[in-house]
């Protein structure tokens, strides 16, 4: 396996060199005018990252952490909140939310968390099969995020559905030498971080200790989370710089459960009996090591070389009913190597990058008396590894155009080995994938800060080990990886409002045909477990849309700031020969998330927000329909010169609504598959630097 990876990254890299290309790189002198330089993976200063976004024909949104400070933000969906083409929820547990990206993983939904590759620093932090069913982000880690969605995230290594998200780590050029931040609200949220941050000559160092306790809005929905994040920089020299990063976190987490539709409407915030009774529990130990180093070859090149390894322990009793129980007791480990080489050429600017991940998770599924661990059922010895390499040149090849095309390879590995110690029958799937992925996409500089593109791009993503220990088919024949195409059109930019006044845009449109997309409902012989099938034919597409601007008001002292964020789904299949031309479920059809800020230049901000989420599906057959809902929020505070304050309320008319839902093939009437959102809910806390 792994020489026919070495021999098929050979073959993709040299397909892609542009012979004598770079035989004058130490002149600058013999090339023209080079290229702005750009650091694509990692990269600590937003310049940096607005650079490569604008080399990206597609969406790709920034988001700045300066904004988690002024409202309470807890988890992805409070991070991702304004981020379009995202439907991101939370109800379920403190840290973890649903997400899905351009219709990704709305199948067996908050169960592995496929469909988008999830990374911090550049370096990949979903397993190598693709799933993130153990990963819970801290987005007050982050310094930015960035968000490429779908084929857009060609360049971090991902050829999946939903695309990539990039969480960067702030360092000690972000923060004052010490900061402390504590926020506490409804349900009994305590949150406090504390950072010490250090930068002595061409070394730099910053550690943050952090506690959360939040004893949820339903019942048996605890969180108790300790966690430690670090990372040190060693500038070498002018042109060597070097990162390490370190982080542990402990986290124990309750599990409520869903209701039936009966339930919630006789009370929405009341834990599950199974649940309850079952003591279903997500509790995460990990700890990870990483490093990167940049080195500036020359003013028109530069290498990035990342490496990563991450250790989890995972404890999750799961389901508890008379007929069957399940805990699942495993030890995961993940290692990472990332390359990045960028050269500049003439009107070329060329990114060449390796990504290889390798995955192991070993131990084993077991009964359980109410989360006491008992029989073992199934020893677990999974495997997985992935390797994706791509080229890809922006290249300006007349005034205000850039034609950006490329190329991705990809070659993964599957293997199940799950052994029943009561009847010895091992089911062992194994299974390789490889495929080359073609992306070409156009730019055209419209105006100084507003660009038009377009793309069409293939899409590629094998199987996750849990859907492979899920399959349906009788043997151990593998699922085949989903595959399709994706056209894109839209447009990004800013634009001034009178002499003081500024508004800026993303609007993408995308249309993508998929064969093979892997779904999964609800095993009626083990409730609670799912099985995994290929679809032939399903149509993701949507609008992604987010508006924003600074207005202001009088003589400039006062500032008005509305933003709003718009996403349009049309997730089906494709006259399938059971579903038909049926919705996919779990999505809405449009999501409208905004806000308006009333800002004085004194520091003192304050306004209402506000949730539009259109109706959806809980099943395939389309027969069982899950209200939307609208809410109202507000908040305000004010922001110092080294400190910061803020309040917020949530759901102001204290509607209750269903945040998560389970998919069934077709859905009874009494399945209990609703999960409710947060009830009307107050947060307040600070931020201070010293």
Not at 234 to 261: F, K, M
Not at 425 to 448: C, E, F, K, T
Not at 486 to 504: A, K, M, P, Y
Not at 508 to 519: F, G, M, N, T, V
Request: charged letters at 20%; proline letters at 4%.
């Amino acid at each position: 396996m792994l020489t026919s990876q070495r021999n098929f990254l050979a073959s993709c890299l040299a397909l892609c060199l542009v012979p004598q290309a770079y035989a004058d790189d130490a002149n600058p002198d013999n090339h023209n005018q080079p290229l702005e330089r750009i650091l694509v993976q990692g990269a600590q200063s937003k310049l940096d990252i607005e650079s490569e976004q604008a080399l990206t024909p597609g969406g790709v949104s920034i988001v700045d952490s300066e904004d988690f400070y002024q409202r309470n933000v807890a988890n992805l969906a409070d991070m991702l909140r304004f981020v379009p083409g995202l439907w991101v929820a939370s109800g379920s547990t403190g840290d973890s939310s649903f997400f899905s990206s351009r219709g990704s993983n709305l199948d067996a939904t908050s169960y592995d968390g496929n469909g988008i590759k999830l990374l911090q620093d550049g370096l990949p932090i979903t397993a190598a099969d693709g799933n993130n069913h153990n990963r819970s982000v801290d987005p007050l880690s982050t310094r930015y995020a960035v968000v490429a969605r779908g084929a857009n995230a060609l360049t971090y290594g991902a050829s999946t559905l939903g695309g990539a998200i990039d969480f960067i780590s702030p360092t000690a050029h972000d923060l004052e030498p010490l900061q402390l931040v504590i926020n506490g609200g409804s349900h009994g949220l305590w949150q406090g971080r504390l950072s010490a941050a250090k930068v002595s000559g061409n070394l730099d160092g910053v550690v943050t200790l952090e506690s959360r306790k939040w004893d949820g809005f339903r019942g048996h929905q605890q969180q108790n989370r300790q966690s430690l994040y670090a990372n040190g920089g060693w500038q070498a020299s002018d042109n060597l710089a070097t990162r390490l990063y370190l982080t542990y976190i402990d986290n124990d987490q309750e599990l409520p459960g869903a209701l039936s539709r009966a339930e919630f409407n006789q009370d929405p915030y009341q834990g599950q009996a199974g649940a309850q009774l079952g003591h279903y529990q997500y509790n995460v130990r990990s700890w990870r090591v990483a490093s990167k180093t940049q080195w500036d070859i020359s003013p028109v090149s530069s290498l990035s070389v990342g490496l990563s390894h991450e250790q989890q322990a995972l404890y999750h009793p799961i389901v508890y009913n008379p007929f069957f129980s399940l805990l699942i007791d495993t030890d995961q480990h993940n290692s990472g190597l990332s390359l990045r080489y960028n050269h500049q050429w003439h009107a070329h600017d060329v990114l060449m990058g390796l990504n290889y991940g390798q995955t192991s998770v070993k131990g084993g599924n077991y009964r359980h008396d109410k989360g006491r661990r008992t029989e073992l059922m199934t020893r677990v010895d999974n495997d997985a590894d992935s390797l994706e390499a791509f080229v890809v040149d922006r290249w300006q090849f007349a005034p205000n155009w850039k034609l950006i095309y490329g190329v991705q390879g990809v070659l993964a590995s599957r293997e199940v080995r799950n052994l029943n110690v009561d009847t010895g029958a091992l089911y062992h799937p194994d299974a390789d994938y490889q495929s080359v992925n073609p992306r070409l996409g156009l730019i055209y500089q419209w105006h100084d800060n507003i660009e038009v593109f377009t793309n069409l791009s293939r899409l590629y993503e094998p199987p996750t080990n849990y859907e492979l220990e899920d399959d349906a088919s009788p043997d151990d024949s593998a699922l085949k990886a989903m595959q399709g195409q994706v056209i894109e059109i839209g447009s990004r930019g800013s634009n001034n409002l009178g002499q003081r006044g500024l508004w800026h845009w993303e609007l993408a449109l995308y249309y993508a045909r998929l064969q093979d997309e892997i779904l999964s409902v609800d095993d009626p012989d083990a409730p609670g477990t799912s099985l995994a099938t290929n679809v032939d034919n399903t149509i993701h597409a949507g609008l992604e849309a987010m508006l924003a601007a600074s207005l202001a008001l009088g003589k400039g002292t006062h500032r008005l700031e509305p933003k709003l964020s718009l996403t349009l789904n049309e997730f089906s299949f494709d006259k399938d020969s059971h579903y038909g031309n049926n919705t996919l479920p779990a999505a809405p059809g449009y999501v409208l998330r905004g806000e308006v800020i009333y800002r004085h230049d004194n520091g003192w901000f304050i306004g209402p927000t506000f949730d539009k989420v259109d109706a959806r599906y809980a099943d395939f057959n389309n027969s069982y329909e899950v209200d939307g809902y609208s809410l109202l929020g507000l908040r305000g505070g004010y922001s110092g010169k080294s400190w910061e304050i803020f309040a917020e309320l949530r759901n102001l008319t204290d509607r209750a609504y269903v945040s998560l839902v389970s998919v069934r093939n077709q859905a009874s009437a009494d399945a209990a598959i609703l999960q409710a959102g947060e009830p009307r809910s107050f947060y307040a806390g600070f931020r201070m630097g010293f």
